[in-house]
């Protein structure tokens, strides 16, 4: 039986498999789902047993529990490690779902589910890869896998827990499936990763909820504020207006420039796809430009006052915002969210307080395109896909890939089935079935070519 044949006959079990899983709310920003981020730890300690590793453990850490699993065939061959993560992000706004988000649907040949791309059904592609490997006498060298359930969060104990475990995850090479192909017809393997720095902002005004009609026009609106502030972090070419923000930014050449453009892009299919006119950006780059190698900054969430049905007249005493700023080669997190900090309490007006907050951070990333692995990759979707995938720059972070290299001297490949269409983050996640399954095989295909290195 071929791998194909094999998936194909598996099929409506890997998927209710998945669906099952899906089905658990493992969203780790909201403490009330901490049971639910470890009984999905422990769903997938179970089918990583029954797919036929020889170790599987729950390790537990300051926050989520961490799954480690190993299937060591001949410790003289190569050894692949996996990455993924099995936390999900929250699913609010609720009422924007055609389906509740953890009731998973397949609709269109899409499967409907928080966590369905990003990154269960990533995660689960791999398991079933090596199940595939296992049943078929297919596996051609070692592997491990460690998933976390703290990526959505910042994987604030993942470092702790790689600098304190580099024997036991020592391997050739990192295999992470958490970015986009370009799409089913252009396949594509992402080469670079910005990085992040997240930050939460508090303006303060008087120390009280006020009466709008008795203290409106003679006290500072610290919404009104906050907006003027945050208005103010872009100039009129869209650049971030922090002073230092670019000192250390890589500047593509022009060749360079010229090949990340060729990658195939419509921008009046990208619109209407979003349903927008027009599009907006730093000025002289073009939307995979701005997208992929350049840095950025973003409000990510605001609010004050009252939100509440109905009017209520208030002047309110206080008003936040989210941000976060995406970062690209050789800025460093912990320097922008420094420079931001300062930048941010500087600007203040005499009339409010304000409070900076750091998150949590990142580092950008990029994979090298002439390795063994990543050639292994690059044969992989040329014998599933019938062509050779392109390579290009993710606008999302992964902060485990600088922390691999750092830590474990070890390139990743990063090798993601999901759509930029897909939503993640956002109401109706979705994944295409024919993806999960493609995933799979061109998955196994990488071990194959991976193992004649």
């Not at 989210?322 to 420094?338: C, D, F, G, H, W």
């Not at 606008?395 to 490949?413: Q, Y």
């Amino acid at each position: 039986m071929t791998t194909k044949e094999f998936i194909t006959a598996n099929k409506d079990r890997f998927l209710s498999e998945l669906f099952d899983w899906l089905r658990i709310p493992s969203v780790s920003a909201d403490s009330k789902h901490k049971q639910d981020v470890r009984k999905a730890a422990e769903f997938l300690k179970e089918k990583l047993t029954a797919a036929g590793v020889d170790k599987v453990e729950i390790n537990e850490t300051k926050g989520h529990p961490i799954v480690y699993a190993e299937k060591i065939i001949n410790p003289s061959l190569p050894t692949v490690l996996v990455y993924g993560h099995y936390d999900v992000q929250p699913p609010d706004p609720l009422n924007l779902w055609d389906s509740p988000p953890f009731e998973p649907v397949i609709r269109n040949e899409k499967i409907y589910a928080r966590g369905a791309c990003d990154d269960k059904g990533q995660v689960y592609m791999h398991v079933k890869a090596f199940e595939a490997m296992m049943k078929l006498d297919l596996l051609p060298c070692n592997i491990k896998f460690m998933v976390e359930g703290e990526e959505e969060v910042g994987s604030d104990n993942l470092g702790d827990f790689v600098k304190a475990n580099k024997a036991k995850l020592k391997s050739d090479v990192i295999l992470i499936s958490d970015t986009a192909l370009i799409s089913l017809e252009h396949p594509s393997i992402t080469t670079g990763l910005r990085g992040l720095s997240y930050m939460e902002v508090e303006v303060t005004g008087p120390n009280r909820d006020l009466h709008s009609g008795v203290y409106g026009g003679a006290v500072a609106n610290p919404i009104n504020v906050l907006c003027s502030m945050i208005e103010s972090l872009h100039d009129k070419d869209g650049k971030v207006a922090i002073p230092g923000f670019y000192d250390k930014v890589a500047e593509l050449t022009a060749a360079e420039r010229t090949d990340l453009n060729k990658a195939p892009f419509n921008l009046d299919d990208y619109k209407k796809e979003l349903g927008i006119d027009e599009i907006k950006g730093e000025k002289g780059y073009t939307t995979l430009e701005r997208t992929g190698v350049r840095p950025t900054l973003d409000v990510n969430g605001i609010w004050g006052g009252y939100t509440g049905e109905g009017a209520k007249t208030v002047l309110p005493s206080k008003a936040s915002a989210k941000i976060s700023m995406r970062l690209v080669p050789n800025q460093v997190s912990a320097e922008i969210t420094e420079l931001f900090t300062k930048h941010f309490k500087a600007i203040a007006p005499p009339y409010v307080k304000v409070k900076v907050m750091a998150h949590h951070g990142g580092e950008p990333a990029v994979t090298p395109t002439n390795s063994d692995a990543y050639r292994a990759a690059s044969k992989a979707f040329e014998e599933v896909f019938g062509k050779s995938p392109i390579p290009t720059r993710d606008g999302g972070s992964i902060p485990i890939v600088a922390l691999f290299k750092k830590e474990l001297e070890l390139d990743t490949v990063l090798m993601g089935f999901g759509l930029d269409t897909d939503a993640l983050h956002s109401p109706n996640e979705h994944y295409g079935v024919n993806n999960f399954l493609v995933g799979i095989e061109t998955i196994v295909a990488f071990y194959k070519h991976y193992a004649k290195r």
